[in-house]
């Protein structure tokens, strides 16, 4: 049993722990790179998000009484504030049991919820998973302009996007947006 819920200001801990536990090749397709953890700055970055230029999931499940991230999945608007770059990662030991797509489902409702009109991100061009991943969600996959080893990837979630795509309702994160963008507006 997996829950998918925003991040948390309180979860830099069990963030932390996930980045550890994904294996070097994981962690070079998520970053584009070698590296070995995330500095404590950077895990409290990840998890003081705004909501409205910075949205962050993560799936988590429990072991026994302690809740374990399994996987994360983020995006940050971009200055124009009409498309985001898109990130998610999915811990080694729970890969390919659906929880990718389930996230990036989860972002594009959100970025469709908060008025943006696409969502993008590279992708390395040896990640093949990823890259099918991008494909069964509906997101075009072109060589990168600058960078031979990265795919670009994007799709439109805006309400044109949405009469073909299929759609992903996340009601409590709906309810849960509205009521954070009323308390950050008070």
């Known amino acids: 049993?997996?829950?998918?819920?925003?991040?948390?200001?309180?979860?830099?801990?069990?963030?932390?722990?996930?980045?550890?536990?994904?294996?070097?090749?994981?962690?070079?397709?998520?970053?584009?790179?070698?590296?070995?953890?995330?500095?404590?700055?950077?895990?409290?970055?990840?998890?003081?998000?705004?909501?409205?230029?910075?949205?962050?999931?993560?799936i988590t499940t429990t072991d026994g009484e302690r809740e374990q991230v399994v996987a994360d999945a983020r995006y940050a608007v971009d200055d124009e504030g009409d498309s985001a770059e898109f990130a998610i990662v999915v811990d080694d030991e729970w890969q390919r049991r659906g929880l990718a797509e389930r996230a990036v489902r989860a972002l594009g409702a959100a970025a469709r919820r908060g008025g943006l009109h696409w969502l993008h991100g590279s992708v390395l061009s040896a990640n093949a998973p990823m890259l099918a991943l991008m494909?069964?969600?509906?997101y075009r996959c072109t060589p990168h302009r600058k960078d031979d080893r990265l795919m670009h990837v994007e799709t439109r979630v805006d309400h044109a996007a949405s009469t073909t795509a299929p759609r992903y309702e996340v009601p409590w994160l709906t309810r849960w947006l509205s009521?954070?963008?009323?308390?950050?507006?008070?």
């Open 1 to 58: 049993r997996v829950t998918l819920r925003p991040v948390l200001p309180q979860d830099p801990g069990l963030l932390g722990d996930m980045i550890q536990r994904l294996s070097q090749a994981t962690r070079y397709n998520r970053f584009h790179g070698a590296v070995s953890g995330l500095s404590t700055a950077m895990l409290h970055h990840m998890t003081q998000v705004d909501y409205r230029r910075h949205l962050a999931f993560v």
């Open 179 to 186: 009521s954070h963008r009323s308390a950050a507006s008070s």
């Open 135 to 138: 494909q069964r969600c509906q």
